[in-house]
């Protein structure tokens, strides 16, 4: 069952897919986090920090984009 979803996947639309950046990133924040940390009573916090800059850090470079899209057409 799994394996059809390889030869057929699930049409998604763009709104759709930018929903998936939010788990991406936690997995990023997560795995990074769980390597560099040296105190694990701070682990959660460094993490759901390190989420927020990655998120804003993508957000300021689509904002970018869409800035300078909007003054080149």
């Known amino acids: 069952m799994l394996a059809t979803l390889f030869h057929h996947p699930m049409p998604l639309g763009s709104q759709q897919l930018l929903w998936l950046l939010l788990p991406l990133c936690a997995s990023l924040a997560i795995i990074y986090k769980t390597i560099r940390t040296t105190n694990l009573s701070r682990l959660p916090l460094e993490i759901l ?3 927020g800059y990655i998120l804003l850090g993508l957000l300021g470079v689509g904002v970018g984009l ?7 057409a």
């Not at 869409?66 to 080149?72: D, F, K, P």
């Open 66 to 72: 869409w800035l300078v899209t909007r003054c080149l």
């Open 49 to 51: 920090a390190l989420f």
